[in-house]
């Protein structure tokens, strides 16, 4: 008995072992198909099929971790769709094993690629930002690097970056326009400390503060900014002035309505198809819009801009009702229903025009601009003629009643949302 027990116990456990064998090959194999499929989708990165793209960048995201090993190969790829795509789809996995390899792509020559990584590194969002705050601490580090690292922290927006960017702007003066901008960006959080490097005995440091108050736009600002009215450096004085203008045209609402249909991308591909279209249609637009423009009409901007949808400006004071907004409305529906495009988006404003004594403050502003000039041109074939729309969630309530805006500090506004808009992304 004894031994034909052994001998069944035998066979069961020689049964178990063939079958965990089996199972163990299945698995082995299964993982070398996915290997395989993972290989497949990051080749599609560079097709000619902007969905197949999109559905390759889809795929892997749900693959997971289990992609991220050859993602991060992909980011050496010497083609830049497939760094740009690599980038994009480790940004929506969000995995930390990322961050180096991403922020080595920041001084990518290619700027869609640059501009993916920082993206990416947005969305991974607070596991970033102490790397890149080492980065920036670094006084041997690449400055064009460093720039671009203040860039991110601004979009990633953690309260950790706020100190190490004013210590910054303190210590690098290469640094000080880029600083200045994007702790503007840093919300809410920054007020406090940028109020107090008001006071700073270094005149280049409170101008950036002064420029930084004015785009958060919150009003804690306005007395420290009215006091440095007074101050004795002239440009202090004038970016202080600005600053002001700013927070006093943000609480204003000039957004009049909103027609069509909002557009969404999952890729930057997708987006800079559709902004192709948006620009045809603005072209095909041009004429049909005459009677509208003015002095004929009411509108005295127009154009795609990179929120993905057309802005038109209208000039405050004028009268405009439903029925005006319909018409010109109905110019671009006509024109994006030429090349194929339904329920176009539009969205319509109040603006004014730029007066006189903005030429004084442009001037003044001159060093911020061309110091952020490499930026703008590596974004100039996508933006090409872009105006970007000043939105507000709530619709005006009665498009007889414009609403009415500060000229002086409009340009400052527009051009500074813009910029911001082209350098994060991120919305």
Excluded: H
């Amino acid at each position: 008995m004894r031994i034909e027990r052994l001998k069944t116990y035998l066979i069961f456990f020689t049964l178990v072992i063939l079958q965990l064998s089996i199972f163990s090959g299945v698995n082995v194999a299964s993982a070398a198909s996915d290997e395989q499929d993972i290989e497949i989708l990051i080749e599609n990165f560079n097709a000619q099929d902007v969905n197949v793209k999109a559905d390759s960048v889809k795929a892997l995201v749900e693959a997971g971790e289990t992609a991220v090993g050859p993602l991060i190969q992909a980011l050496d790829s010497k083609d830049p769709e497939i760094r740009e795509n690599a980038a994009i789809t480790l940004g929506k996995i969000k995995d930390e094993r990322a961050i180096d390899p991403l922020i080595k792509l920041l001084t990518d020559e290619e700027w869609e690629v640059e501009s993916a990584a920082t993206n990416a590194l947005v969305e991974i969002g607070k596991p970033a930002v102490e790397p890149l705050i080492k980065i920036l601490q670094d006084k041997n580090e690449d400055v064009f690097l460093q720039t671009k690292v203040i860039a991110v922290l601004a979009g990633i927006k953690d309260e950790r970056a706020i100190q190490p960017m004013i210590q910054a702007l303190k210590e690098e003066t290469e640094l000080d326009a880029d600083l200045g901008y994007n702790l503007g960006l840093m919300g809410e959080p920054a007020v406090e400390p940028l109020i107090q490097i008001l006071d700073d005995e270094d005149p280049r440091v409170r101008v950036r503060a002064a420029e930084a108050l004015g785009r958060i736009g919150d009003e804690r600002a306005i007395k420290p900014l009215t006091d440095a009215l007074n101050d004795k450096d002239e440009t202090v004085r004038t970016f202080a002035k600005m600053g002001l203008e700013s927070i006093e045209t943000q609480k204003k609402n000039t957004l009049i309505a909103t027609y069509g249909k909002e557009r969404e991308f999952y890729i930057e591909d997708q987006r800079r198809e559709w902004l192709d279209q948006l620009n045809k249609i603005c072209d095909l637009s041009r004429d049909p819009l005459e009677p509208y423009t003015y002095p004929q009409g009411p509108v005295i901007s127009s154009g795609w801009g990179i929120e993905n949808r057309i802005g038109v400006g209208i000039l405050e004071g004028s009268e405009v009702n439903n029925s005006t907004l319909d018409n010109i409305y109905n110019v671009f529906d006509r024109s994006g229903k030429e090349i194929g495009v339904n329920d176009v988006p539009v969205v319509f404003n109040y603006e004014g025009f730029v007066q006189d004594d903005l030429v004084i403050e442009q001037d003044t502003a001159e060093e911020t601009e061309e110091n952020r000039e490499s930026e703008e041109l590596n974004v100039s074939e996508e933006i090409n003629g872009a105006k970007e729309a000043n939105e507000t969630k709530e619709t005006a309530k009665d498009l007889q009643s414009p609403v009415s805006i500060p000229g002086p500090g409009m340009m400052f506004v527009l051009s500074e949302l813009l910029i911001s808009a082209l350098i994060v992304n991120r919305r």
